[in-house]
């Protein structure tokens, strides 16, 4: 047979080349589909349910394919502390929720988890260990474990057993996948999903060699590491999430515990970058929105009760002891107080260098937003103390349980203790942080370790014990 007849006639190379045309489209086309097809993000009514759950421009680069952020801690629950899933990295649930605070439901192709501001910006607190938890907006997150959360992903990712085969059937457990969505879970989302964390990871090696920071607390590194791409000089960043309300009262503050910027938009804007969003994906009007609700947020009142003549003997004491800095007319107030005359642990103020303000102030020249403002400093900002009853532990690396421990000389404060629970302690002001109850999925803060120190801030601390009791009763009132 000559080579001539077993080619196919030329028609029916027209239909074998539609034929793959067709296909080459529709995978291209499902791929499209499933991976980056954008659909409008959803809206929310309120500024609070806005603050909670919108988007700020997270899923698309870190977020995660919802149904595998679903399955994940009922596939691997020995590498969380308690069988308590994702609560037990400190996430809270409100009733009838089908997402935590702060983490965020989006589609970028699949439904993809991201995360918000509120993750880290909102409380909680309980009466007692049986009662429902009330939610604190704009407090600073006393459980919540940001770095936990990200080891438990890539701990997953490092799992031989992350694969198709052990992930696909218990995601079929909750939603039936097409036939195309389940080929394209097997041999494309899992397999990418696995290897963006591997790749994140390695982005977080820094965090390695530097001690944990536990509940409601985080470095600020990634700032400097990840988003800046400086080099890593060792500096440990720990620090304790600060509150977010009032910011007309804020006006002109420096802001961050160091005050290395004085324009609240910058602040929010680089946050957004701090919490995973990249200048291309940054949602502008879903930040904008939420500035202007801190605004006016209020901090929340003392949820017990108050003994207000004693709070009214306590103004006194705080008239004499505390207002030249926290008074409202103070002008320290919102300015940085040098380390040597606050002498609380250096680490978080050497932690910022001028290199990391020169590297923010040129980082999005080319967008019509960036950032001019920051510098470096080398102390820490005289806080308000607005709503600080609810802000516990106190000062800027969160080393000291309690405001009477706050009150208390620095070498007799507690040298270890709990954080991450939120059983309130009416008695030392602060939240419970020595009982069984709180160890169980807390953070054990050890101050003799580096970032951790609960050395300064001694004002108060030689009052007399009537003195000292009025103040804390006072200082419940703001
Ligand atoms: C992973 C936790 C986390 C997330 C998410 C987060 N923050 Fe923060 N935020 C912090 C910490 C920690 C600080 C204090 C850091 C420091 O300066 O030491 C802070 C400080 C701030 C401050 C400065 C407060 C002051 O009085 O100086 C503002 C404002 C703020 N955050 C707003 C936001 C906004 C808006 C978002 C979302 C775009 C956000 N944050 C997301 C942890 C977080
Ligand atoms: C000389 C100025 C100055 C005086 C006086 C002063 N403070 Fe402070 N205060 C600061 C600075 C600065 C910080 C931040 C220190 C840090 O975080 O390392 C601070 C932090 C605090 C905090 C922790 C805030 C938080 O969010 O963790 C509390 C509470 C506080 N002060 C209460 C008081 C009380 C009560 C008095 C009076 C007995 C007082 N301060 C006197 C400057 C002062």
Request: charged share 20%; with cysteine.
């Amino acid at each position: 047979m000559s080579s001539s007849e077993t080619q196919p006639k030329p028609w029916k190379k027209l239909l074998i080349i539609l034929a793959i045309s067709i296909l080459v489209i529709a995978i291209a086309f499902t791929g499209w589909y499933s991976l980056a097809r954008r659909t409008p993000l959803t809206t929310y009514d309120t500024p609070e349910d806005h603050f909670k759950y919108a988007s700020i421009g997270t899923e698309a680069v870190n977020g995660i394919p919802y149904w595998i952020w679903v399955v994940l801690p009922r596939l691997f629950p020995e590498k969380l502390t308690d069988s308590g899933g994702y609560t037990s990295l400190g996430l809270t649930w409100e009733e009838g929720r089908e997402m935590p605070i702060g983490l965020t439901k989006e589609s970028i192709g699949i439904a993809r988890v991201g995360i918000n501001c509120a993750i880290c910006h909102v409380g909680t607190v309980r009466k007692t260990p049986l009662s429902n938890p009330s939610f604190l907006l704009g407090a600073p997150s006393n459980k919540f474990d940001v770095q936990r959360y990200v080891q438990f992903f890539f701990e997953c990712a490092n799992d031989p057993r992350f694969t198709p085969g052990f992930i696909l059937p218990e995601i079929e457990y909750n939603h039936h996948l097409s036939l195309l969505e389940s080929a394209f879970y097997r041999y494309i989302i899992i397999p990418r999903t696995k290897n963006t964390l591997l790749k994140q990871e390695e982005a977080f090696q820094w965090m390695n060699n530097r001690p944990d920071t536990g509940s409601g607390r985080t470095d600020m590194n990634p700032l400097k590491i990840q988003v800046l791409n400086l080099p890593d000089d060792g500096s440990v960043g720990s620090t304790d999430i600060m509150a977010i309300w009032n910011q007309k009262q804020r006006e002109a503050f420096y802001y961050h515990s160091d005050g290395i910027n004085p324009d609240l938009t910058e602040v929010v804007l680089s946050s957004a970058l701090g919490t995973g969003t990249t200048p291309k994906e940054i949602n502008l009007a879903s930040l904008e929105r939420i500035q202007e609700w801190l605004q006016e947020l209020p901090p929340p009142a003392y949820p017990f009760a108050i003994n207000l003549d004693l709070a009214e003997q306590g103004e006194k004491v705080f008239e004499a002891n505390c207002a030249s800095c926290h008074g409202l007319d103070s002008t320290r107030r919102g300015q940085v107080l040098p380390l040597e005359e606050i002498n609380t642990d250096p680490n978080r103020a050497n932690h910022w260098t001028q290199a990391a303000s020169d590297g923010m102030n040129n980082y999005a020249t080319k967008y019509p937003w960036g950032f001019n403002q920051f510098r470096d400093t080398d102390g820490y900002v005289v806080p308000a103390l607005d709503g600080i009853w609810a802000r516990a532990p106190y000062l800027h690396n969160g080393s000291v349980p309690s405001l009477k421990d706050l009150l208390t000389k620095p070498s007799d404060r507690p040298k270890q203790f709990y954080r991450g629970y939120d059983v309130y302690d009416q008695k030392n002001v602060g939240f419970v942080s020595t009982t069984e109850a709180a160890t169980k999925s807390s953070f054990l803060l050890d101050t003799t370790i580096q970032g951790n120190g609960n050395s300064g801030h001694d004002f108060g601390t030689d009052l007399k014990l009537s003195d000292k009791n009025a103040l804390l009763e006072y200082l419940k009132t703001l």
